[in-house]
């Protein structure tokens, strides 16, 4: 079908838009002030190299799905650096059954996925803290230890409000 020419100079407008490196006001763009200091925005594309980088590690093991699910179980609520990573990843292999000598070398890969990290790239905890963290401190670690505080109930009139009434005005 042969376009017209209104068709085909919309056509090449539109190739002419998508071959170009558009900006669109984004600050992710090589060049950009901070472009190379940024990692929040590519923490989850991070993390799901890190499980493939894994998968790919043990992909001819006969135990690579029980190896695998029990990494990302783990991977999904600790970093692969954090201190106590590996011993609950030792764990959760233990519980699906996995033979000694593979968790050993699960947890070699383990440690390597680690070294490239702290070699190549920023540690996957480099994302940042939240910055309500001490609120958030606050709230979970020391919620054993505070009192609970009674606060007054905004009564807002009603049939029995606060204070005394006099010819239909409340005095507080």
Same mark, same amino acid.
């Given at each position: 079908m042969a376009l017209n020419k209104h068709e085909k100079a919309i056509l090449e407008a539109v190739e002419?838009?998508?071959?170009?490196?558009?900006?669109?006001?984004?600050?992710?763009?090589k060049g950009d002030v901070g472009y190379e200091k940024t990692t929040d925005h590519y923490s989850q594309f991070r993390w799901e190299g890190?499980?493939?980088?894994?998968?790919?590690?043990?992909?001819?093991?006969?135990?690579?799905?029980?190896?695998?699910?029990?990494?990302?179980?783990v991977h999904s609520h600790k970093y692969i650096d954090?201190?106590?990573?590996?011993? $609950?990843?030792?764990? &959760? !292999?233990?519980?699906? %059954?996995?033979?000694m000598a593979m968790r050993e070398q699960c947890l070699k890969h383990v440690d390597a996925i680690v070294e490239d990290l702290t070699?190549?790239?920023?540690?996957?905890?480099?994302?940042?803290?939240?910055?309500?963290? $001490?609120?958030?401190? &606050? !709230?979970?670690?020391? %919620?054993?230890?505070?009192?609970a505080e009674r606060s007054e109930p905004f009564t807002g009139g009603g049939p029995d409000p606060e204070g005394t009434r006099d010819n239909g005005k409340l005095k507080t």
């Open positions: 002419g838009l998508l071959q170009q490196d558009a900006k669109l006001g984004l600050s992710m763009h890190i499980d493939d980088l894994f998968t790919l590690k043990v992909a001819g093991s006969p135990w690579k799905d029980s190896v695998t699910s029990a990494f990302y179980a954090h201190p106590t990573f590996k011993l $609950a990843f030792d764990k &959760e !292999m233990s519980a699906r %059954a996995v033979p070699t190549k790239k920023p540690n996957e905890q480099d994302a940042g803290w939240n910055p309500a963290m $001490a609120e958030i401190v &606050e !709230m979970t670690s020391k %919620a054993d230890d505070r009192k």
